[in-house]
């Protein structure tokens, strides 16, 4: 139900005609999910934490943003840009969440499956 109710909430966001975005905005965000969905795997794959793995994925990709866009507002053009730190932050939290979802589902089911088989 709760995945039916994500896609759903993603597909009316996405007809939305109100909505300005940047082609620059949606590089940040694919970034953010890029850098979210690569340490995700990594902290899960050592820790087997889900919250562990989500909190790290979301900070990294939350600290990338938030250092790419110190770095351009002080040094490059002066000026910090809310938006491409804002579509970085969405995209490692869509990717994190994304992740917390569905992993660990297979390993469930064959524990399970291993129980009933013993019954």
């Not at 082609?23 to 953010?32: K, Q, R, S, T």
């Not at 491409?84 to 390993?107: D, H, V």
């Amino acid at each position: 139900m709760r995945t039916i109710l994500i896609l759903v909430t993603l597909f009316c966001l996405n007809l939305s005609t109100a909505q300005v975005t940047l082609e620059d905005d949606g590089l940040h965000f694919v970034v953010g999910a890029a850098i979210s969905g690569a340490t995700y795997t990594y902290v899960y794959s050592k820790t087997q934490n889900k919250s562990k793995a989500f909190w790290y994925s979301f900070g990294l990709s939350s600290l990338a943003g938030f250092s790419k866009e110190f770095y351009d507002g002080n040094i490059i053009s002066g000026k910090f840009d809310n938006s491409e730190f804002i579509s970085t932050m969405l995209g490692g939290l869509t990717a994190s969440y994304t992740f917390k979802i569905f992993t660990g589902k297979r390993k469930k089911k064959k524990q399970e499956e291993k129980l009933d088989s013993f019954n």
